[in-house]
């Protein structure tokens, strides 16, 4: 049978409803655009919907954590890969992007000190200020702004259990332009071909790649990259894909769910080996990375569980009789969630904290995505004009965290460059001419006969069966752990999966055609794949999340940061290059490494210290920030400002 196929004119499509999306809509429509957000899910439900909820506020705990503070620890936890335009922006705007989520309805615990959203105690992993703020009901309330921001009088179209399938583009002597694109609306089981001088990219990450090791919704299939990449526009970074290091082993129904963030050790937490052997202190203090990597390495080196993973440990943080109240109140307030998840999954022992954690990397995030600027409008690529009317934000969008993200930053990044995109391609309204008003164009007819062709195709493979074989071959060949001749050996398998996507039978139904819905994802999958092996070829070092076995480790202070760019060429043949990236002025990355090798020198002789005396010296500091309360009939005593605690701990 054939399907339906409508027509459809507006000024702005935005792909994705989660925090990037909604927020890419919400501002497009208030700017006086027509808008129609394209989702697969139901609005609002999103990886934003599933977070912890804990978002990245400057300044929320401190006046001293100023933005140049906050781009400085972006930029140099990132390898300094990610854009400082880019970095600036996130730092200028993250106060007014969290209000935005305030106004659509995410409601904080206020600092009744500070009169302002109250900040966790500790800062995550990476921070060097505390400016992470929790919230009760955790990714609920960002995933319920997101539906706020759509549903909810804002003028905006939208279309849920719909698969975009392609950004439909124009070229000519001025380059590539942007005319819309073409949807698969599942519920209907229709054909829509939408005209538009801008589409926004919020379509989310890739993780989905590696199930079931990720925490992250099924829908991360890579459609955000592999669209951009078919429209002509450029990724970068695309190797530095994120696994965050604490995810759940077993049982299977819990494997891959998340299970903490490098500050859920507390002061005294470490990582150790199958064998017990310690392979990392001072964890709180760790990026996301560096933790994953050491992991990773104890399990390449045969020290890992029979289910590759290693222990964390965080015994030691509730042997102390009084500070231990502090630390398991910080656990059940500020990381609720995983807190559920792990009683859930390894018994009230663990959730006490009195039995160790077994756990493994799981892919959580790109950072990753397609090159922009500031503004989320789509970057030229070397000789080639750039997509004009192509934007990206969220996790679609690469340069804002390169080598590693910090924790808490996703939510924050969502509405800071979703609010960016969607003011500048509303922009465009005004642009529409010929080429976005004929409804029978070349460029929309060559995309529609492709898909009207794929109906009723018989084949001898499923989409599906070829989508787990290549997940598998996706966490072996370019997983935590790479190395070349494992990612050569990835692309060999590529290149066979190809042909297998070729033969996939599909049905002809036109509601809810999933045989057409798997086939649009595994193309979509693989050409993301191949994105991350080629760069992953291309860095031959270690750095951020992205760990070479066989290869170096890059420093930042020392060696000139770049950033491994893709793409496709004419003949949709994937190409890699190099893009020079500026360096953080050595004396900021200087002082940055300085003080966190000072911190980190603390938190080693905190450990050696007896009990006791670590028992009194950690109530102080959780009270100065966790407040002089009675906790568990932990009564108060008198609390010393954090400058004094800072020196005692000197």
């Known amino acids: 049978m054939s399907m339906e196929t409508v027509w459809l004119d507006y000024d702005v499509i935005v792909i994705g409803s989660g925090g990037a999306g909604s927020a890419a809509a919400h501002a497009a429509s208030g700017a006086g655009a027509s808008v129609l957000v394209v989702a697969k899910d139901p609005i609002g439900c999103s990886d934003s919907k599933i977070a912890e909820g804990i978002v990245t506020v400057r300044g929320v705990a401190d006046d001293a954590d100023s933005h140049e503070m906050l781009a400085d620890n972006l930029r140099i936890a990132g390898g300094d890969l990610p854009t400082p ?10 106060e007014e992007a969290y209000d935005w989520l305030r106004r659509q309805g995410v409601r904080p615990r206020i600092d009744n000190d500070r009169g302002a959203p109250r900040a966790l105690p500790i800062p995550l992993g990476g921070h060097t200020h505390r400016r992470s703020v929790g919230h009760d009901n955790g990714g609920l309330s960002v995933g319920h702004a997101a539906w706020n921001a759509i549903v909810q009088g804002a003028g905006i179209d939208y279309l849920e259990d719909a698969w975009f399938l392609d950004i439909v583009t124009s070229v000519d002597a001025d380059g590539r332009t942007v005319l819309g694109g073409l949807v698969y609306d599942a519920g209907k089981g229709r054909l829509l071909a939408v005209s538009a001088p801008a589409v926004v990219v919020a379509a989310g990450g890739l993780s989905t790649l590696y199930f079931p090791n990720t925490d992250t919704m099924r829908g991360n299939t890579g459609d955000s990259f592999a669209l951009a990449m078919r429209a002509g526009a450029e990724l970068v970074d695309m190797e530095q894909v994120q696994f965050l290091p604490f995810c759940l082993t077993s049982p299977p129904s819990y494997e891959g ?81 995983v807190m559920v998840t792990v009683r859930q999954a390894l018994g009230r022992a663990a959730a006490e904290c009195k039995e160790q954690w077994e756990i493994r990397p799981g892919a959580h995030y790109s950072m990753g995505g397609i090159r922009v600027d500031e503004f989320g409008s789509a970057v030229s690529i070397e000789s080639r004009d750039r997509v004009k009317g192509l934007f990206a934000a969220g996790q679609a969008m690469g340069g804002v965290f390169g080598a590693n993200r910090l924790g808490s930053t996703s939510l924050s990044e969502g509405p800071i460059f979703g609010t960016r995109a969607g003011r500048a391609a509303a922009a465009l309204r005004g642009k529409k001419n010929e080429h976005f008003t004929s409804r029978n164009t070349d460029a929309f007819e060559i995309r529609l006969n492709h898909y009207r062709g794929l109906l009723g195709r018989s084949g001898d493979k499923a989409g599906s069966s070829l989508i787990r074989e290549l997940q598998r071959a996706a966490w072996k060949g370019i997983g935590p752990a790479r190395t070349r001749a494992g990612i050569e050996k990835f692309l060999r398998q590529s290149a066979n999966f190809r042909h297998d996507a070729k033969k996939i039978a599909i049905s002809d139904e036109g509601l809810w055609n999933q045989s057409l819905i798997n086939y649009v994802e595994f193309v979509n999958m693989l050409d993301t794949a191949d994105a991350i092996a080629i760069s992953a070829l291309q860095r031959e070092d270690s750095l951020g999340a992205h760990i070479r076995l066989d290869g170096g480790t890059t420093s930042v202070l020392f060696e000139k940061a770049y950033s491994v760019s893709t793409y496709f060429d004419e003949e949709m043949n994937l190409k890699v290059g190099r893009l020079p990236r500026p360096p953080t002025p050595w004396q900021r990355v200087l002082t940055h490494i300085l003080r966190d090798r000072k911190r980190k020198l603390g938190m080693k002789i905190l450990r050696l210290l007896p009990v006791s005396l670590q028992d009194r010296i950690l109530e102080k500091r959780y009270r100065a920030v966790m407040g002089n309360v009675e906790l568990d009939g932990v009564k108060p005593k008198s609390v010393k400002m954090p400058q004094e605690i800072e020196r005692e701990a000197a």
Do not use: W
């Open 85 to 94: 335009e880019i970095t600036q922006a996130f730092a200028e705007d993250s």
């Open 257 to 337: 769910l998340l299970a903490g963030e490098p500050a859920t050790a507390g002061f005294l937490g470490v990582i150790r080996d199958a064998g017990g052997k310690l392979i990392l202190d001072s964890v709180m203090l760790r990026t996301r990375a560096e933790c994953a990597a050491a992991i990773v390495k104890a399990v390449e080196d045969g020290r890992g569980t029979e289910r590759d993973g290693c222990y964390l440990d965080l015994t030691a943080n509730v042997k102390a009789e009084r500070s231990g109240v502090y630390y398991r109140n910080f656990l059940e307030t500020s990381l609720s969630s």
